[in-house]
């Protein structure tokens, strides 16, 4: 399914028209992988080092110079130097002066500056063009032509006919330019390569809060509690049951929380009469991260699925069922057919399976390519309709789940309900607030506000506004 | 697995080189969020309204002026008012001479007027350059900054460089320009925002048509009938049974009608001699919606390899397992080992696993990001073999179910067969006439036919054609 | 998910700005329909043909002329002819000359020619600018407009101008084109369309050896043995239970193949003492393979979770566990609950799910537009950390599969011990040479070779590089 690697031969061999000279200042790591591509890639390279003469070091073809003999060479020169290391540049003010200066670095830490690198360089010298590029790529990544992840290289810089040389070199390696504006982007630039999974930090802690503490009140009621009061050795249920128990109950409890805020946010909106007003910023980042929610809460709501599926392997289940038979059949107890037994098992679980197939759509329509191709009105129908019928579903379904002994008190173990009851709360919680919300006259209200309408302002302006304007 | 916000940033922050301005008529919801959307994005911004003194509403920062005043402050006017409210634009065709117009608007209803809203105002205002741009971009998506769903803004216009122009803009708020052609393309993306799955309908619709069909089938044959003759409760079915009956057949179903209008596209082509004739209109619609079909035809087996792998859990099944044994138990039978049996249970699940599996394989290559990777030959490849065997894997399953007992008439309930003989019809038929023409003597006409052969031109004719062109 | 159908329609309608004529040379099947795809996009076509009074082929709208007669109406000539036949251009070199000719044409074959055709075209036409173009589309996508696949256009040629041209008629098609460089390109472009998979050809030969191979080993000792010993016919284990024995052994087997590249290229750098010699090229093409590897792998293991699955559904498995109880009845033994065998079959079930979870993870990750929005930190931080936890999770699902029977010498049959304990040989070796390599002292001194340090050159000189350089 991947072509990656057989597309970049044909762009491996398109050699730029004439063949141009790049020059490189530093022959480290990052340094020779990007020469070694440029030279594969029909460029002449020139090194640029304090040591030209320890040219051992270079891959065959590219010549290594002085700093300033080299720099004479090409238009074009990149650093690949910490830095730390700028300073020397001040000497090569006049050969420098009206050369394009790229600057491939990185720093050890997001913000690890006031200045970004690429604005620090242009600070020093102010009669080059200083231009931001490669840093988002891995010197591995050039040296073995594996561009698994993205090719993507942002390009950013002040002079434009500057940063359009450089995004033609870019191009001409296989890899994608991504024109970023002015330097004043270098910033974000040099923080990208740094980050990991930003918008999955909350989501993940929070699931993982969740789940430690839905295995711990399962462990508490299923193992200690039976080991306390009975003495039964009920350890063995960790590596299934209590799983089988936290898994659903972080999933329904995530989904809950991806809609949430949106609740929140229609109340506020109600409460102040205009949707102007800026959302706290939680409620902002809150609202962001609800797509990693979901997709969490999806990987939950699998697991749940595949932990369930496997639960007439298990030698418990099967121990457990071949002596229910025959102490039916020692005791020659009749077991007759409990019509709302199989009508209460069996939609339970039809449920729980529709719940999941929805959830699994909204999944696939939440993958990059594919939410790409549909309108806005397809993309809020999926997720906004199709995302609350998953909520429906799934808690009607630990609903039934519950069936007869819900709320009854025979269950509660050192006062504690059953886990799937905890899990109902914030699900049921939204699911009413919402109904409440899609009610005729508060909806018409809320839409009022959302197309614009304010409450707190007079009336004739709006209407005047309202008739004319989009 | 999204960078989407985080992307957003850096282009945020980039400014336009020279701090340029643009105009907006129009204070409504859109025109106010396109406005600070433009702002944050370093454009400075100056309103044009009706009733320039109430600035209260506006987001700090940008101007609030009478019309006239607006459109002499900036080159690029957009238009953030109703279709209905173009009119007083003729007060302002001195000032808007030489300008761009931005038409942003969109209609209610699919083809509510004749002519689009932008080749109406160029119409109108034939001294600017009216370029269309912005409309499949939500108001809430601007203001949120969650641009979840596509980025992409179709541009389309008659005067090139007012074109250019905007789509810098777009490209400026983090936007993707598509450049669609010139104004007579404006009616299309007028439209693009209205629909909602437009290629889904049709296998929508079918899907929904067959599933009800086969519910009802399945209800009268399983739960009425029993009930009549045997006054016995089994409603209980409702919940899985039944939808484990539809699901699948519901599935194969789609699954050949997929494949049968290929097999009648061949026919038509053998029948006529020529590939050049059209095919008739709803065969065309037909061909187009196959990857939809497909696609809804793997949900339905999706939900029955789910309704499937739960029936050892359900209640009923419990029961009557263990009725069985306490049976076998009372009566001291014996139960020998049937390797018949066992073949046919096996060899039942088995080709169903292999089938589903291909399946799956077919969708994941559906997706976009997957399928702009491999050659046509590849994706023939797939789509057309792969696919072939899905359909004779899921065939053969649906055969050996049937096992014994197929057409044997102690299944007829009231005249009605078994509902899975009815879910082979269509993809035996497929099959059949697919094996008749992948027979060498039909299958080698048809590839001449396929290859611009014809045979109602005379021969030496075609025999020309047919050495040197390709 | 799909709106390729709908976003093609405004394109199609896009009209170039003045209605330019495009020639074509050749009217076979590949001519007509790109003729009557430009015809639709609002060009105006003109054919050449060797017979031109034969136009009633052609789709109304489009001229046939001689040769020459249609070169001299447009300055872009597509050759829409074999290779074999280029010669005759050579009687039109004077009409040609300075115009552009589009060289579409294919082979039968990779590497067929030691030349490309657009090269030697060039080399036929001097005067004339040769681009490579249009070749990966077929002609029957044309025609239909159903492009589900890549709409990528390669286009390739020394004349940047005249490929700019054809460039803006790709996009006037509604199609995506791709620069790729200098004619050099035209070889590996010519080629593509050609190709099946090409990167998929070792992963799928080693996968269908193993499966070949464990399938044979698992019937001698399941199937074979009993036969000849008990005489007992065991066939119908074949449908299922070897497979699912098969399956597992192959998918794990793949999946340490996948990391054991690594381990062997950390090896050979620890051993070199540098990173810069270059690796085997057996080595270096594993490498590249390793998401195939990895990705049929996951087909393998998504087999056996579903073969699996169905375990309690089987015929042989109900009669079996009937069986049980029933002798239970009858001998009256009591059957003691055994803590440690719950324990063994869930925490073996408990893995397996875990570790399946995970590499579904990784799978969905390796998808081409999920893997473009990762960081490269995140890339590797997903498939080397996140890969190796799948590799231990499965890894050690398979020991504690075995459990208590782990090489005890009954269940050796023919010698041959069982089959899992062969799959854990790679997985396991994998795993030991990982520990042993992140080792802190042996880790650390891969990480400096990896940082460009190398043990063989004098040490002052690195470190100088070391300091400054990236």
Chains 1, 2, 3 share one sequence.
Not at 127 to 155: C, E, M, P, Y
Not at 319 to 344: C, D, G, H, Y
Not at 383 to 405: D, E, F, M, N, P
Request: proline share 4%; hydrophobic share 45%; aromatic share 12%.
């Amino acid at each position: 399914m991947d072509k990656m690697c057989t597309d970049a031969l044909p762009l491996t061999m398109s050699s730029p028209e004439k063949q141009e000279t790049i020059c490189i200042f530093g022959t480290g790591d990052f340094g020779r992988s990007l020469g070694l591509k440029m030279l594969q890639s029909g460029y002449s390279v020139v090194f640029g080092s304090r040591n030209p003469r320890m040219s051992s070091l270079m891959t065959s073809g590219a010549e290594v110079l002085s700093y300033s003999e080299a720099a004479q060479r090409s238009d074009i020169i990149i650093l690949a130097i910490h830095r730390e290391h700028y300073d020397f540049l001040r000497e090569l003010t006049e050969v420098l002066n009206g050369k394009i200066l790229v600057d491939v670095s990185n720093n050890v830490k997001i913000n690890q500056y006031p200045e970004s690198n690429a604005e620090y360089l242009a600070r020093l010298m102010p009669g080059a063009h200083v231009v931001k590029a490669f840093n988002t790529i891995s010197a591995w990544a050039l040296q073995s032509g594996a561009l698994d992840a993205s090719r993507q290289v942002f390009v950013c810089g002040n002079d434009s006919r500057a940063k359009q040389r450089v995004m033609d070199v870019v191009r001409n390696l296989g890899l994608t330019p991504l024109d970023q504006g002015s330097l004043l982007a270098a910033k974000e630039i040099e923080n990208y390569p740094l980050q990991l999974f930003p918008m999955w930090r909350f989501p993940f802690y929070l699931s993982a809060a969740l789940c430690i503490f839905f295995f711990f009140y399962c462990v508490i009621r299923e193992v200690i509690y039976p080991y306390v009061y009975e003495k039964e050795d009920h350890t063995f249920r960790l590596a299934i049951s209590i799983l089988n128990r936290m898994c659903p109950i972080t999933a329904l409890t995530l989904l809950a929380l991806v809609y949430l805020p949106g609740v929140i946010a229609a109340i506020l909106q109600l409460y102040h009469g205009t949707k102007y007003r800026r959302f706290p910023s939680w409620l902002d980042h809150w609202m962001l991260c609800r797509k990693q929610l979901g997709l969490i809460a999806l990987g939950f709501a699998f697991l749940h699925v595949l932990y369930t599926l496997v639960i007439p392997m298990r030698y418990y289940v099967r121990w457990r069922s071949r002596n229910i038979t025959v102490i039916q059949v020692m005791t020659k107890k009749e077991n007759p057919f409990s019509t709302s037994s199989a009508w209460l098992s069996d939609s339970y679980i039809s449920l729980g399976i529709l719940g999941f197939f929805l959830f699994v759509l909204l999944g696939i329509t939440s993958l990059p390519s594919v939410s790409n191709m549909v309108t806005w009105r397809e993309f809020r129908f999926v997720q906004s309709k199709l995302g609350y019928l998953t909520l429906i579903l799934c808690t009607a379904h630990t609903l039934v789940y519950g069936g007869k002994r819900f709320l009854s008190p025979s269950v509660l173990r050192w006062c504690l309900p059953s886990a799937y009851i905890l899990a109902l709360i914030i699900p049921c919680t939204v699911l009413v607030v919402k109904f409440i919300l899609i009610l005729p006259c508060i909806d018409k209200t809320l839409m009022r506000i959302r197309q614009g309408w304010e409450r707190n302002t007079d009336f004739s302006k709006s209407a005047v506004n309202g008739k004319s304007d989009i």
